[in-house]
């Protein structure tokens, strides 16, 4: 079992930054990747990004390539969202979520967090 908790939404103007995280209990935490999705109002929930179990792979939706960085610290159990460059249209609920496998989708996510709001005005 992986309970993930995220934290670090919040609102920020078109161009500033925002660094999400994600605490993870549970002993077995270091065995997952770890992913970033998020969904906006009406629409699906969608891959960002993630992170293998050691730190050494990342990959990123091409939407915020170049932009967002993801980590990893498997000593505190938590991963991080770093972004910058923010657009308005990167406003949603961002969830992190747990895959031993390392997929894009969401559906084979073992387990989420709550997810955390992020709004970019412009």
């Known amino acids: 079992q992986v309970q993930l908790v995220e934290s670090g939404g919040g609102l920020v103007q078109a161009g500033g930054s925002l660094r999400l995280s994600c605490a993870a209990s549970?002993?077995?935490?270091?065995?997952?990747?770890m992913g970033w999705f998020r969904q906006a109002p009406g629409k699906e929930r969608r891959f960002v990004g993630h992170?293998?179990?050691?730190?050494?792979?990342?990959y990123y939706a091409d939407s915020v390539k170049g932009r967002f960085t993801i980590s990893r610290d498997n000593a505190k159990n938590t991963v991080y969202l770093q972004m910058n460059n923010l657009k308005p249209e990167d406003t949603a609920v961002y969830y992190c979520?747990?895959?031993?496998?390392?997929?894009?989708?969401?559906?084979?996510?073992?387990?989420w967090g709550q997810g955390t709001q992020v709004t970019v005005s412009s």
């Open positions: 992170i293998s179990w050691s730190g050494g792979v990342t």
């Open positions: 549970g002993r077995t935490f270091s065995r997952y990747f």
């Open positions: 979520g747990a895959d031993l496998a390392g997929s894009y989708s969401s559906y084979d996510y073992d387990y």
